[in-house]
T-cell receptor
Framework: AQKVTQAQTEISVVEKEDVTLDCVYE???????LFWYKQPPSGELVFLIR??????QNEISGRYSWNFQKSTSSFNFTITASQVVDSAVYFC????FGSGNTGKLIFGQGTTLQVKP | GAVVSQHPSWVICKSGTSVKIECRSL??????MFWYRQFPKQSLMLMAT?????????EQGVEKDKFLINHASLTLSTLTVTSAHPEDSSFYIC??????????????FGPGTRLTVL
């Protein structure tokens, strides 16, 4: 069965600190996609990144970076030099793409990040 | 492009009444739409998957007679919460996906509808 675990419920940092949000997933499929979404207080989900199971290259986008390690089934997200505007709930999600699969997303429990000035 | 809207953005209703939430894909044809529910400080849980012109597929534990889903056109899906009760108060989020045209078929999320049942 598919499962996504975000063990950190809440993280609080001071502005300019680096912070890493952990994500561990379980799946029996060999083809799958992993995602990170940001949910600010408004509630609307903001797509951050998608990664397929065959691409283990790490990715950097500005202050954001992602570390995908299939060996440990982890897809961690790091924010460098955090800012107050980064305060939000962050969700990691998994989607399998086996035959007949609908592509539905399985979300982790979410990590609430608070960045203090 | 790829904008999904929801209406209303928030609604308050009395216990026992029915509430309809609309999800529209504004600039693409959505062959598949997903409905999620999110309780306060919790994750998004998939309620059902709807394909245009066919019956929705509900996740285990979701009452299909209580949460009626209609995906009658390629740009509109509706979720009706029938005989709503306070425990149905939640944030309802839809997402839409177009026809499969590439290796990955992107899913686009609506802004959500906050339902409060008194």
């Amino acid at each position: 069965a598919q499962k996504v675990t975000q063990a950190q419920t809440e993280i609080s940092v001071v502005e300019k600190e680096d912070v890493t949000l952990d994500c561990v997933y379980e799946t029996r499929d060999t083809t799958y996609y992993l995602f990170w979404y940001k949910q600010p207080p408004s509630g609307e989900l903001v797509f951050l990144i998608r990664r397929n199971s065959f691409d283990e290259q790490n990715e950097i986008s500005g202050r954001y970076s992602w570390n995908f390690q299939k060996s440990t089934s982890s897809f961690n997200f790091t924010i460098t030099a955090s800012q107050v505007v980064d305060s939000a709930v962050y969700f990691c999600a998994l989607s399998e793409f086996g035959s007949g699969n609908t592509g539905k997303l399985i979300f982790g429990q979410g990590t609430t990040l608070q960045v203090k000035p | 492009g790829a904008v999904v809207s929801q209406h209303p953005s928030w609604v308050i209703c009395k216990s026992g009444t029915s509430v309809k939430i609309e999800c529209r894909s504004l600039d693409f044809q959505a062959t598949t739409m997903f409905w999620y529910r999110q309780f306060p400080k919790q994750s998004l849980m998939l309620m059902a998957t709807s394909n245009e012109g066919s019956k929705a597929t509900y996740e285990q534990g979701v009452e299909k007679d209580k949460f009626l889903i209609n995906h009658a056109s390629l740009t509109l899906s509706t979720l009706t919460v029938t005989s709503a009760h306070p425990e149905d108060s939640s944030f309802y989020i839809c997402s839409a996906r177009g026809p499969v045209i590439s290796e990955y078929n992107e899913q686009f999320f609506g802004p959500g509808t906050r339902l409060t049942v008194l």
